[in-house]
Nanobody, 123 residues
Framework: QLQLVESGGGLVQPGGSLRLSCAAS????????IAWFHRAPGKEREGVSC????????SYADSVKGRFTISRDTAKNTVYLQMNDLKPEDTGVYFC????????????????WGQGTQVTVSS
């Protein structure tokens, strides 16, 4: 059964860090792009970062460049999002999703989604 399961969310103070995980089952990450999306309260999902199987450099939204890092662990079939220097505006639900190799960060390119993990940045 094809599945994406996110974990690692939580409550953190501004300036803190979290590492989100996206564990895939039922398919190999090697053949797909995986992206992280952020849905802030009352807003639509927005792309945060994506990594493509093509080996090209990962992409990041301007709002997270220099703070977030996406990575893959092929052996664990898992994608991570290291989030540093978190800000209150990073609060929301983070989803990982699977798309075709070479996909960018548009939600409509992605066909399978995880259930999301909540990140709250607050003092």
């Amino acid at each position: 059964q094809l599945q994406l399961v996110e974990s690692g969310g939580g409550l953190v103070q501004p300036g803190g860090s979290l590492r989100l995980s996206c564990a895939a089952s039922g398919f190999s990450l090697d053949y797909y792009a995986i992206a992280w999306f952020h849905r802030a309260p009352g807003k639509e999902r927005e792309g945060v970062s994506c990594t493509s199987r093509l080996g090209s450099s990962p992409s990041y939204a301007d709002s997270v460049k220099g703070r977030f890092t996406i990575s893959r662990d092929t052996a664990k079939n898992t994608v991570y999002l290291q989030m540093n220097d978190l800000k209150p505006e990073d609060t929301g639900v983070y989803f990982c999703a699977r798309g075709p190799a070479g996909a960018a960060m548009s939600p409509w390119e992605y066909d399978y989604w995880g259930q999301g993990t909540q990140v709250t940045v607050s003092s």
